[in-house]
């Protein structure tokens, strides 16, 4: 039960984000991840390119 309290007591000091915040960061977890996304594309395909040429 002490943990349950000293959780509940903690909960109570919590700073949580605003909506607005929350947007913000979400915006740019999906932006980053599809940059990311882009440019691993980006060097798999020039990566497959060049075994490609490679090999003929």
């Known amino acids: 039960m ?3 309290k000293s959780v509940i007591a903690e909960m109570k000091i919590v700073t949580w984000p605003t909506a607005k915040q929350n947007r913000k960061d ?3 977890v999906i932006g980053t991840s599809i ?3 882009l440019f691993l594309g ?3 395909w020039l990566a497959q390119g ?3 040429l490679l090999s003929k």
């Open 26 to 28: 979400s915006i740019t």
């Open 2 to 4: 002490k943990f349950l």
């Open 50 to 52: 060049g075994i490609t």
């Open 35 to 37: 940059f990311f996304a």
């Open 42 to 44: 980006a060097i798999d």
